[in-house]
C-alpha cells in the first residue's frame, strides 16, 4: 500500500464509522450469520435487481466533521441579520439560555419520540400537557392540542373544523377578514378549494351577517396591527349562525382579553415569540384551541390525564392516538408528526417568566410601541392603526423608497405593504434606542423626540381599548410559578428528562420511524444566530446563504431520491404527501383531466395517506394486499381499469409497509400509468433504498421524503420535522410557492401547503450535514447496513418468535414484524404487554399493532451498533422464555411480570410484595440490568380510563400539590 498524502491524513474522516453502528468487521460477521459471503452479496440477494440503480449517487466523498462545520459556517455568514420589524406573525425573542442548552440543544428531550408509549414519555407529556394548559389560559378556551404544524395550518384545519361541527349552517362559505397574515390566507385558500370551500376575503363588519357562511376567520390583532374589539364581530357571526375561529398573537394574548371570554369557537395562532427562534420560518409550534364541545372533532394530538396500574395519575396522548390509523380518510387530520419540541420550549419560557415576568415583556412592548407612535405623530406620521399592541403601519407616500433605503442601510428590515405602506412590528428585543433609529429612518433627521420625555407623558395602554384590557388572570398553575429561579428551572427541566427513554439512553426501534443517529455535528448549525434569527420574509439579498444552501440540499436529495425537481415547503411527512397530491391533481387539471380524482391505497399504508388524500379532495379507493402482505397485483388492476377514467393516482410506500421489497413494483408503476394515473411513493422507508435505487428512477412520479427519519432531523419527542417532495420534470410547474415570499422557479399563484417558503428551514442544515458527512458512498453503506441489521435481528429472534413478512429470498428490508398473535393465542401474553416488558429491560418499544393488529415492527437503523441489536433481541429472546413459562404454567396466567409490566421502583421497593414471582425477576431480569436501570415513573397507563374522563389540563392545584409532596 502506497504511503497515503497529506491530504489524504487532513481530510481522513471516521464519521462514516460513528453513524454506522456495526463495525466494518462485525458488519462482515453478520452478513456470514446470514449465510452470505458479504454484505453486497446480502443486498444483492435482497433488493429487486430491477430497481437498482446503476449508477451511483453523484456527491462528493465523505467530509470531516471540522470541515463541515467550516462549510456550513460560511454559508451560514452569507445571511444578513438585520433588525427585524418586519412580524406578520414572527418576531424576534430570546431564548432562556438555560432552555437552549438543556432542551433545544440536549439530546435528552430532541431525540425522543412521539409519546405512542406512555410509561417512558411521562416527562414529555407532562411538559405538553403545560403547554395546552398555557394556550387555554392564554386564550381563554376550554381545550387545546398540543401543538399545530404553523399558524397557516392551524387555520386551515380550525376552518375543516368549523365545517365539521356547524350543523345549523351547512353553506359552504367561509369568510376571511382582510386583515388576516397573508400566508395564512393564502394556506386557507389552498385547503378550503380543493375541498369545494368558497373564501370571500373582505371587511368582516361588511360580510358577516349579511353572507350565509359556515364559518369565518378573524386576525387579533389584524396583519398591519389594528386592534379590533372583535366581539361584537363574533356576535353579529353567531347571529347568523357563522362560528368564528381567532388567529391570536400569543404576547398581545397576555395584555389584551381572551378570545374565548369574547365568544370565540376556535383560537390558533403561533407560540414561536415565547423563545423559539425565527429560523427563516420555522420550526415553531402552532397552537389551537376549541370549544370542549368540539374535542372529538379536534385535529391534532391532545395529552390527557389518566391513571396507571396502581391508580396514580399517569398523562397519555387521549382519544386522537391512532387517529389516522383508526379513522384512515375519515380522519379528522392528517398531522401525525407535529411541532412537541417547540411547543415544549415555549412553555418553559412561559414558566421560566411567570405570569408576572410575562406581564413585564409584553407590557414593555406595548409601551414602546406607544411611545414609538408618539413619536412618530410628533415627526407627522399618523399611524392608520388607531389601537394596537406592538405594531403600526403608515401611509408614507412618495416617501415609502426613501425610507426603506435608509432603514436598509441602517440595518433595519421594516414591513413592506406597498408602494406607500409601511409597518412596523416590535418585539422583546426592541429598546428604547431601536425607537429613536426608527424615527431617524423615518424622519430623515437626526434630532428626534427623546423616549424618556415620551414615556413621561404616556398613561396606561393607549394603544388598548378599555373594553379589551385584561388583567394577570393566567398561569396561575405552580407549575407557571415554582420555577422562576434558574436553578429551579434547570432542575425541572431535568426531572422531566430523567423520566423518558430518548435515543441518549437506548435504542428506539420503532418500525416505520427510523429513529438513527441526529450527530452533534449535525445538530450545532441550528442555534447559529445567522440560521436562527432570519424571519422568513427578509428580502432575498439577504438570504443568500439559506438559498445556497437550499440548493445545495436540493441537489444532494435530488441525487438521492433521482427525481428532478424538489419543493422544501412540507413540514411533515404528511404535509409532504398533501403537497405532492395537489401537484397531481394541478397536474391532471393543467391536461384538462379534471375528473381524475380517484386515489388508490393498498390496505396496509400508513393513516396518513389516506387522510392526506382526503385533504386534497380525493377519493380513495383500497387496494387489497395478499396474504404475504404485499399489493395484490390482480385486484390492483381490477381497480385501475375499473377507475381508468378518473384515476389520479396511487399512493404506495416503498418497501412496503411490511418491511418488504416487493418485486411487482415496477410493473405497479406501468399499471397505474396505463391507466392515466401517477404514481406516488411514500418516503417514509428511504431509509432502505439511499444509494441502492430511487423511486424517480424505477418508475414513481413524486414522494416525500421525511428528513425526520431518514435524513437525521431529530424527532423531539413529537416534531419537528420536514417533508420535502421530489417531484418528475412534469410535476415541477405545481409546486408550493409563497404569497409573501415567492419560491423561484414556480408561479406566484401557485397553492400554498406551509405559511413560510421553506417550511421549518432552520432545520434543514441537519440534513445538509448528515450528506456532506457521509458522502455518497457513506449514505449506500448505511442504507446497507440498516438492511443487514434489520436481517440481523430477524435471524435472531425466528426461532423465538414469528417473522410476519419476507421477500421472495427470505429475506426483510430494513424492518422486521414480529408476529405475536399465535403467540397470544397460545399463551394470552399480548403485544402490549411484551412492549410494556420491554421497559423493565430498559427498551423503548417497537411499533405495535401497525401496520397489522397484534404485531410489533422493530427497524434498528444503520446507527446501532451489534452489541445494542444483540442487547435488544437478548431482551426478547428472556421474555419469550418468561411467556413459554406462562404458556407452561410455570408463571401465574394473570400474576407474572408480563402483565404487570413495567415495574416501577415504588412497586419493587414496597414492603409489601404479593406477587408469585420475585422482586429481583421484576426489576432486574438480565444481569446487565445491574450496570444500568431505567426505572419507569408509573405503572402501566389505562388508555379507557383517560377517554373516558377526558381531562386535559394540568392537574388542580391541590392535586399537583398533593402528587409531589
Ligand atoms: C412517518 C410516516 C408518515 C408520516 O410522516 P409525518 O412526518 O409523521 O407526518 C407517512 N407514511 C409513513 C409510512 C410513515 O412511516
New binding site residues.
Partial sequence: MSRPSLFELENHSDFIQRHIGPTVKQQQEMAQTLGYDSLDALIDDTVPAAIRRTVPMDLPGAQTEQNVLARLKALAGQNVINKSYIGTGYNNTYTPPVVQRNVLENPGWYTAYTPYQPEISQGRLEALLSYQQMVMDLTGMDLANASMLDEGTAAAEAMTLLQRVNKKNRSNVFIVAEDCHPQTVAVVQTRAEVLDIEILVGNPDELLGETEAFGALLQYPGTHGHLHDIEPLIEKAHAAKTLVTVAADIMALLMVKAPGQLGADVVVGNSQRFGVPMGFGGPHAAFFATRDAYKRSTPGRIIGVSIDRRGNQALRMAMQTREQHIRREKATS????AQALLAIMATFYAMYHGPDGLRVIASRIQRLAAIFAAGMNELGYKADNTHYFDTLTFTVGDDAQAITDRALAAGINLRIDSDSRLGVSLDETTTAEDIEQLWRVFSGQQDVPSTAALDAGIEGHPGIPAALAREVDYLQHPLFNDYHSETEMLRYMRYLEDKDIALNRAMIPLG??TMKLNATTEMIPVTWPEFANLHPFAPSEQTKGYQAMLAELDHMLLEATGYDAISMQPN??????YAGLLAIMRYHQSRDDHQRNVCLIPSS??G??PASAALAGMKVVIVECDDNGNIDMEDLKTKAERHTDDLACIMV?YPS?HGVFEESIIELCDVVHQHGGQVYV?G??LNALVGIAAPGKFGADVS?L?L??TFCIPHGGGGP?M?PIGVGAHLQPFLPSNPVSPVPGVAESNDVVSAAPYGSASILPISWAYIALMGGDGLAQATKVAILSANYIAHRLKDHYPILYTGTTGNVAHECIVDIRPIKEASGVSEEDIAKRLIDFGFHAPTMSFPVAGTLMVEPTESESQFELDRFCDALIAIKSEINKVQAGELDAQDNPLANAPHTLADVANSEWNHPYSRELAAYPVESLRRYKYWAPVNRVDNVYGDRNLFCACPAIDSYREENA
Fill in positions: 392528517n398531522i401525525c408528526t416505520s420511524c411533515s411527512g404528511a404535509q409532504g404527501e399504508a400508513h396518513t395517506n410506500t409497509t411514500d417514509a422507508n416525500h421525511n425526520h427519519k420535522g417533508g
